[in-house]
C-alpha cells in the first residue's frame, strides 16, 4: 500500500515539476536576454492575440509575477494529479484552454499574460468539486484549499490596475464548469463501500405492516366472505 501511494506521488510530482520548470527557464531567458514576450499573451478578439490562449500562461512579467503564480500552481496541480487519478490531467488541460478562450472573447483589449488564471481555475476545481460531490475526500480537499487560498478570490474584483481580472474571474468560473462536468467521474477511493448485511437486506421481500390480501380483494369477494364468516362458530369455540 506505502508503495502504490509513493508511486502515486512520484507520478503526480513529474509533469508539474517539468511545467513549473519550463517557467522558470523561460523568465531566465526573458530576464538575460532582455525580451518583451507579453505580445505573445492572450490579445481579446484579434486572431494573431489567440495565440496566447495557449503561450500566456507560460509568460510573467517578472521574477514577483512567476513566483506569486508557481507555487499555487505546482502544489495544486500535485493535489489533483495525486486524488483525482482518473480525471486529473483531463480537468487541468480543460481548465487551461477554456479559461484562455473565456479571456480572448471576453477580456479587456490588452494583453494578458500569466498563469493565474490557471491557477484560479485548479482552486476553484478542488473547492466546488467537493460541493458536487459530497464524500468525505473531496470535502476535505475542498475545505483545506478554501483555507489557504480563500482570500485568492478578491482577485477576480475588476478595476484593479495592471491585473488580469478577467483571467482570475473566467478562471474560477471555468473551474466550477469542470468540477461540474466531472463530478460523477468519482475514483475508486471516493465509491460507497456495500456491505455484505445490505446486499442480504436487499434480498429480502418487502415488509408489509398491513394484511395486503384485503386491499387486494374485490367489494364483493369481502362481502361474500363476512356473509360466511357470520355462520361459522365463533374461533374461541371448538368441537373435541
Known amino acids: 500500500m506505502a508503495n502504490n501511494k509513493s508511486n502515486r506521488l512520484v507520478k503526480s510530482l513529474g509533469a508539474p515539476v517539468i511545467f513549473v520548470g519550463i517557467l522558470i527557464l523561460i523568465q531566465i531567458l526573458s530576464s538575460f536576454l532582455g525580451l518583451q514576450l507579453g505580445v505573445y499573451g492572450i490579445y481579446p478578439r484579434d486572431l494573431m492575440g489567440f495565440r496566447g490562449v495557449f ?10 509575477h512567476l513566483l506569486s503564480n508557481a507555487p499555487p500552481l505546482f502544489f495544486m496541480s500535485v493535489i489533483i494529479l495525486f486524488f483525482y487519478r482518473k480525471v486529473g490531467f483531463q480537468a487541468i488541460t480543460m481548465i487551461y484552454i477554456l479559461t484562455g478562450i473565456a479571456v480572448w472573447l471576453f ?15 485548479l482552486v476553484a476545481f478542488v473547492a466546488w468539486l467537493g460541493i458536487f460531490r459530497r464524500n468525505i475526500k473531496s470535502i476535505a480537499l475542498s475545505l483545506i484549499v478554501v483555507f489557504y487560498y480563500g482570500s485568492m478570490f478578491v482577485g477576480i474584483l475588476p478595476g484593479q490596475e495592471g491585473i488580469s481580472w ?75
Open 55 to 64: 503561450l500566456a500562461p507560460l509568460l510573467h512579467s517578472g521574477w514577483p
Open 107 to 121: 477580456g479587456r483589449s490588452v494583453f494578458h499574460i500569466g498563469a493565474s488564471g490557471v491557477v484560479y481555475g
Open 166 to 240: 478577467e483571467s482570475h474571474l473566467f478562471g474560477a468560473l471555468v473551474g466550477i464548469f469542470v468540477a461540474y462536468w466531472y463530478k460523477g467521474n468519482v475514483e475508486k477511493d471516493e465509491e460507497k463501500k456495500v456491505y455484505d448485511w445490505e446486499e442480504e437486506e436487499k434480498k429480502l421481500p418487502p415488509r408489509n405492516f398491513f394484511d395486503q390480501d384485503p386491499f387486494e380483494k374485490t367489494k364483493q369477494e369481502r362481502k361474500r366472505e363476512n356473509h360466511d364468516n357470520r355462520n361459522e362458530p365463533p374461533k374461541w369455540f371448538s368441537n373435541y
